[in-house]
């Protein structure tokens, strides 16, 4: 059973290019989210889909940034006009329809993730 | 989620035992306890979770007392591989959020 797979594993841009990051969840996995890791830093969160729903964005920046998750396909998370402060790593996790455990919290499952690197 | 407070790093040697042991004074009575384990350049991976008492696995044990304001993590036995940033999180909401963890470095 595969786990969550990203690609690519890195990726580079110049500043004002566009980054399209992949995520496939694991099989069975409806649930998928986003994190982004600055140099040095704990995750943090970015976005929560589900298939062909925007759950919670809350932790996506105002610009630039988007995500979708479409009926059929991978996760994509889309950075526009990117510039150096976005060099970072991008992970995407997935969770299954209900829980991990019973009445418990879901399971996120991380992909290796994409490593950006804005010139 | 609930604020956790862990230690920023820790020494071993192989084949001891590890604990990590981390605070949440906050935890609600909801949430979950879940420790989280990554190695440079690699997603963290999860090592277990639980909500009181004790928990175990094939790779750890999660030690949770009464008051649930604190929790311990322990690793059997640990080896070079072991070495990597370990986390906790304590809540159920999805929005994971990862601190700083612990630097656990296992020597020969």
């Known amino acids: 059973n595969a786990g969550v797979m990203q690609n690519p594993r890195h990726l580079v841009r110049r500043r004002g290019q566009e980054a399209r990051l992949r995520c496939s969840p694991m099989?069975?996995?409806?649930?998928v989210y986003w994190y982004r890791q600055l140099p040095e830093e704990g995750l943090k969160f970015m976005v929560y889909?589900?298939?062909?729903?925007?759950?919670?964005e809350s932790g996506m920046p105002k610009e630039r940034f988007s995500a979708e998750f479409p009926k059929e396909g991978p996760s994509i998370l889309r950075i526009q006009q990117v510039v150096r402060g976005d060099s970072a790593a991008y992970f995407c996790?997935?969770?299954?329809?209900?829980?991990?455990?019973?009445?418990?919290?879901?399971?996120?499952?991380f992909g290796p993730g994409t490593r950006l690197t804005v010139l | 989620l609930a604020k956790t407070t862990q230690p920023i790093s820790m020494d071993s040697y192989e084949g001891q035992e590890v604990n990590i042991t981390c605070s949440h004074n906050?935890?609600?009575?909801?949430?979950?306890i879940t420790w989280y384990q990554q190695f440079p350049s690699q997603g963290p991976r999860f090592i277990i979770q639980?909500?009181?008492t004790k928990v175990t696995n094939e790779v750890a044990s999660l030690f949770i007392p009464a008051d649930r304001k604190s929790s311990t993590l322990s690793l059997p036995r640990v080896s070079l591989s072991d070495t990597a940033v370990y986390y906790c999180?304590?809540?159920?909401?999805?929005?994971?959020?990862f601190g700083a963890g612990t630097t656990v470095t296992v020597r020969a």
């Open positions: 999180l304590a809540g159920i909401n999805y929005k994971l959020s």
């Open positions: 996790a997935s969770s299954p329809p209900q829980g991990g455990l019973a009445g418990g919290s879901d399971t996120q499952y």
């Open positions: 099989k069975g996995h409806s649930h």
């Open positions: 906050n935890i609600a009575t909801n949430d979950y």
């Open positions: 889909l589900q298939k062909e729903n925007i759950i919670d």
């Open positions: 639980g909500y009181k």
